[in-house]
C-alpha cells in the first residue's frame, strides 16, 4: 500500500470543505439546506463532497450534528433516549 501526501493547499481546500458541509445540512423534514434554502443536497455541499472524492477522503463526522432540529419530526414521542425529548433538553 503506498501513501499519498496532500500539499498544504489542499489541505486548507479540504478544512474549507469540510467547514461547508458542516454548515450546509437539513435540518427538517421538508428537504431543503438549513442555511441556503436549497433543495438538499444544495450545491455547494455538492461541490464539498465533489472535493473529498476528488482525493479519495471522507468529510468528518460530527454527531448528532443533524439532531439540532429534532423536535419538527419526533412527533413528541417519548424514548428512552434523552436527547430525542424535547423536555429533558436544557
Known amino acids: 500500500m503506498t501513501g499519498t501526501y496532500l500539499s498544504a493547499a489542499v489541505i486548507d481546500q479540504l478544512g474549507q470543505a469540510q467547514m461547508v458541509i458542516d454548515r450546509h445540512l437539513t435540518f427538517s423534514r421538508s428537504g431543503v439546506c438549513g442555511l441556503c434554502n436549497e433543495a438538499d443536497p444544495c450545491a455547494l455541499r455538492t461541490e464539498a463532497e465533489q472535493l473529498f472524492a476528488r482525493y479519495g477522503r471522507l468529510p468528518r463526522r460530527t ?18 433516549f434523552g436527547w430525542l425529548n424535547k423536555s429533558e433538553r436544557s
Do not use: E, K, N, Y
Open 63 to 80: 454527531p448528532g450534528l443533524t439532531f439540532a432540529d429534532v423536535s419538527q419530526w419526533s412527533g413528541g414521542c417519548t424514548t428512552g
